[in-house]
């Protein structure tokens, strides 16, 4: 007899019903008349999503004490739970987002299978508890993502991007094992926990691994200098896919670093702080002076991405209580704000069939008014203007650094701020004070074309984003209960 | 626990989503918008009926808490000088916003939803007692100002709106960095139950931000091009409301919180305070258009009120609060003189262009005669009654300081005839034709109000400056006199 382990499949729903969607969206792909693949696989794609995201809630609910799954390989806590939950409500708009992106309709049910798929290997990736299934986690959704980001092949730069993505993440990847590898090697361990009873500070072969897992995973948060792949890939997916890839990867990326720093390498804890704020500072700078120079929207995006992961990681540096809150306080608007964001850009894609510029956008926000005011106010919460999540966001992030008795990572986080300015607001004055008739552009034709459904992900997202600025203490409470699974 | 402050501070809010929504005509937009103003004068009328002014302490004040972690809360409530900014606040804004539909702005939803939006944050600046809840308010003017000045703005808008954003910005944001400090250390963010700071650095952060809004020399840089280029009545808002917004944290915030700071500041303060009076002044001497001399005049203005308001001493303070609710009736009340005045003529106000107006038009010149009178000062006025008590106050400074405000004062009195004389008086100029209206109903209508304010705070003043300091928030004591 086989000794099996035991195996909680509650704990194990989240991302068991999206990976049960792909099936079933796989088999759509084969079986179902193409007319009907589009609608099914969004409907299929879309309950796998919220399924998931209402057995995360459940799993946040029945989770108070951390324990672990299936031989140690997976932790069932609200810090992962939690995560999931914003995940999946990200992947629930993005299906909405999606849904009339021009795309080949015999591709289309593998679409939303992949997007399913990456859903699943995202939600897998926050609950690991050792190096393997870190790694597993990892590269499940970066291979469906590489896929997405390759999928419209007519879209010019769609496979470039999709190969750059690869490459770049491959390097990420790559870095990631071989430094699980030499945390290994040293500790002979592979579950988080056991690492830390069994390593020791100072030991140089476990810096490096820690280093090298450190890095690998900021390739995935797109935290400079590890973020080349960022603007590029961004820029070619089809913006669904970047509006997926935008909030999902950043959400699981970043929850995963602050696990595995705090519960791995907790007597290292003096080193990976000052590298998780030198990494902070880099993206900071390094975002939003690259979003300056751009002209076209999804790089200005893919830059605001990185300085806000730069924003996220302070937190991560400030490796508190205050900070772990503060990081899934933070995540909720973010990702709402830039799915909110590319949801925008897409629709005036749709609109214009060209690449959205920062000219081309003039005079949209009087012809759209609803999508016009929404981007107002995802620019002004990315900006962390008040009225948006964004505010209260830098305000806890600034306060968790502050706590730790790191001002100086505030003065550095006010200056990225008053730097980024000048482009989100630059995409508010192209949308409002130039119109169409002082620029000469050619008329799009006709009527913009209605899509609901992305209207209505719109309007989530922006209900996302100012209710969080005034329903601060229930989410601030569901993160502290959160944080309090991390041993800080 | 009372509700009158929230509402003063919701109402215009949830008016500008009606307008945002309603399915309305803009003319009917803009009606609503100016109805749901004069409502909010009422609402504050009402608040001043319920006030009592023996107190000295925090009144119609609620409190709910934000998030309790890190002590943050909804405290709203007014002071016996806080009820007097939001009076003028709200009796500018009304004259504003019905200004803009007299003017019939284009794109009226969008003008009138922003400009009910800025009156509620304004109002919220002014009562908030919660320091994150003020830097909230305080950021929340920014958003519609921007796009108020950027969409309806002159020729040069663009510019305007990124010199604007980014002197802004670079202020408020070094004050949040000082606010997430202070209210850290403190362990809580609500201003009347914080103590004080001797960190001369948080007091800069506030400091500087405060400058630039008010605008205090050297930090004026985004006044010129910012004041020329918005719409009349968002340049009256801008000089008459927005900038007491700085001038206020400095009297809440930066004078009662940081003693220490203070005192070690007060000369360079006094020094920028005075460099602005007379710099404003001359350069409103050498302004080539009316707009020109009201906007410098009101540098001048602000570096007045800061001589009182860090004269160390209950007269400069109980004159600086007076002087800013005058001179944010008179600003706002030149300021939309102005606009008739270029829309009249077709100019940008241009002295050259101008001349002559009063012949012919009464009414035009006696309004203007009266706000310009008002405004340099002159003995009876409450404008006189202001300076003479930041003078006064100044005076026990060091009597240099008073020199300086005196001589000031036959400055303003200077450049405010000669943009007097070069609108209504002299020949009559190229732009003014024979067909050129008097001041219509309407108008009168507007700017009448904010004169008989004027008059009757000249009548009255101490309803405002009596024992202003003595309605003292925590770290004020100081100044009791």
């Known amino acids: 007899v086989i000794h099996k382990p035991h195996v909680d499949w509650f704990a ?65 806590d609200r810090w992962g739970a939690l995560a999931q939950v914003i995940l999946a409500g990200s992947g629930a708009v993005a299906v909405l987002v999606s849904y009339s992106e021009r795309m080949r309709d015999e591709h289309v049910a593998e679409y939303y299978a992949l997007l399913t798929a990456a859903g699943a290997g995202m939600a897998f990736f926050v609950q690991a508890s050792n190096l393997m299934t870190l790694f597993l986690g990892l590269e499940w959704f970066s291979i469906a993502l590489y896929v997405l980001t390759a999928i419209d092949i007519d879209l010019i730069g769609s496979l470039e991007a999709g190969l750059k993505y690869l490459v770049v993440g491959a390097v990420g990847s790559a870095t990631l094992l071989f430094g699980s590898g030499l945390v290994y090697g040293i500790t ?75 519960t791995a390498f907790p007597h290292d804890q003096h080193l990976w702080r000052w590298a998780i ?110 009225l948006t999540g964004g505010f209260i966001g830098k305000f806890y992030v600034f306060a968790a650094a502050y706590r730790h008795g790191w001002w100086w990572l505030i003065v550095v986080g006010v200056v990225a701020t008053m730097i980024s300015a000048y482009y989100y607001l630059g995409i508010v004055r192209a949308m409002y004070f130039r119109d169409t008739a002082e620029l000469q552009l050619a008329p799009a034709g006709g009527s913009p074309p209605h899509d609901p459904l992305l209207t209505f992900g719109v309007a989530v997202a922006l209900v996302v984003t100012v209710g969080s600025f005034f329903a601060v203490q229930p989410l601030i409470d569901v993160a502290r209960s959160a944080a309090r699974a991390l041993p800080l | 626990m009372h509700w009158l402050t929230t509402i003063l501070i919701v109402l215009p809010a949830a008016g500008a989503l009606v307008v945002a929504v309603a399915p309305f005509t803009a003319y009917w937009l803009g009606s609503f918008a100016a109805l749901v103003s004069l409502i909010e004068v009422a609402v504050w009328i009402t608040a001043a009926s319920k006030f009592d002014f023996g107190s000295s302490a925090l009144q119609l004040d609620q409190r709910a808490s934000w998030f309790s972690d890190l002590g ?81 703005g002159g020729s040069e808008r663009l510019r305007a709106t990124i010199t604007f954003v980014v002197y802004t910005v670079v202020g408020s944001l070094l004050m949040l960095a000082a606010i997430v400090v202070f209210g850290l250390q403190q362990g809580t963010f609500d201003m009347t139950r914080m103590g004080t700071s001797s960190s001369t650095w948080l007091f800069l952060g506030f400091v500087v931000a405060f400058a630039i809004k008010s605008p205090l020399f ?99 303070i109980d004159g600086a609060v007076l002087q800013i609710v005058n001179h944010a009736l008179v600003s706002t009340a030149l300021f939309l003189l102005a606009g008739m005045i270029e829309r009249r003529t077709g100019t940008r106000g241009e002295f050259a262009l101008l001349g002559g107006m009063a012949r012919g038009r009464p009414a035009l010149a006696t309004v203007v005669m009266t706000v310009g009178i008002i405004s340099l000062a002159v003995p009876l006025s409450t404008t006189f009654a202001g300076e003479f008590l930041i003078l006064a106050g100044v005076f026990q400074q060091g009597w240099g300081w008073a020199v300086v405000g005196a001589v000031a004062i036959v400055l303003a009195a200077m450049y405010m005839l000669r943009a007097i004389s070069g609108v209504l008086h002299q020949n009559v100029g190229p732009a003014v034709s024979e067909h050129a209206l008097d001041l219509r109903v309407g108008e009168l209508a507007i ?3 904010l004169v008989l304010c004027l008059v009757g705070l000249s009548a009255w003043p101490n309803l405002v400056s009596g024992h202003a300091t003595s309605s003292a928030p925590a770290g004020w004591t100081a100044y009791a006199p």
């Open chain 1, 188 to 262: 002979g361990q592979l579950a988080f926990d056991k690492i830390a009873v069994a390593g020791h500070a100072h030991d140089a072969m476990l810096v490096v691994g820690l280093a090298m897992v450190i890095a690998g995973l900021a390739f995935k948060s797109s935290a400079a200098p590890f973020h080349m792949w960022t603007p590029d890939a961004y820029q070619g997916a089809p913006t669904p896919v970047t509006a997926f890839m935008a909030s999902g990867t950043k959400i699981a990326a970043l929850v995963v670093t602050y696990r595995v720093l705090v």
């Open chain 1, 12 to 76: 194990l729903a989240p991302s068991l019903s999206l990976l049960a969607a792909a099936g079933l969206l796989l088999m759509v792909a084969v079986l179902v008349p193409r007319g009907a693949r589009r609608p099914l696989g969004a409907l299929l794609a879309f309950a796998g999503f919220v399924a998931s995201g209402i057995w995360a809630a459940f799993l946040d609910d029945r989770s108070p004490h951390a324990a672990t799954l299936v031989h140690d390989a997976m932790w069932r």
């Open chain 1, 277 to 386: 704020a030198g990494i902070a500072c880099a993206s900071l700078a390094w975002g939003n002076i690259g979003a300056l120079v751009q002209r076209n929207v999804k790089r200005i995006l893919a830059y605001s991405s990185v300085s806000h992961a730069g924003f996220m990681l302070i937190a991560v540096a400030a490796a508190n209580q205050l900070g772990a809150r503060a990081l899934l306080y933070y995540l909720i608007p973010y990702s709402a704000m830039s799915l909110g964001a590319f949801a925008v850009v897409a629709a005036r894609e749709r609109e214009l069939q060209v690449p959205v510029t920062l000219r081309n956008l003039a005079g949209f926000g009087w012809e759209r008014p609803f999508l016009g005011v929404s981007m107002w106010v995802f620019m002004l919460g990315m900006l962390g203007f008040p």
């Open chain 2, 218 to 316: 050297p930090l004026h840089g985004w006044l010129p091009i910012t004041y020329r280029e918005s719409p009349a009545e968002v340049s009256a808002v801008l000089s008459g409301i927005v900038g007491k917004a700085g001038l206020y944290g400095l009297l809440r915030i930066a004078i009662p919180f940081f003693p220490q700071p203070v005192h070690d500041w007060r000369v360079v303060l006094l020094v920028l305070g005075s460099i602005s009076l007379v710099y404003g002044s001359l350069l409103a001497f050498r302004a080539p258009d009316f707009r020109g001399v009201v906007m410098y005049s009101s540098l001048a203005q602000a570096g007045l009120i800061v001589l009182g308001l860090f004269a160390n001493n209950s007269l400069g």
């Open chain 2, 447 to 449: 700017v009448v109000p």
């Open chain 2, 72 to 152: 943050v809360s909804w405290h709203v409530g007014q002071y016996r000088f806080s009820l007097w900014f939001v009076g003028m606040t709200v009796v500018a804004m009304a004259a504003c916003t019905i200004y803009g539909w007299w003017v019939g702005r284009d794109r009226g939803r969008a003008y009138f939803a922003l400009m009910l939006l800025l009156t509620g944050a304004i109002v919220g600046v002014f009562t908030a007692q919660d320091l994150l809840l003020f830097y909230a308010f305080f950021e929340a003017m920014l958003i519609p100002l921007y796009v108020l000045i950027g969409v309806w």
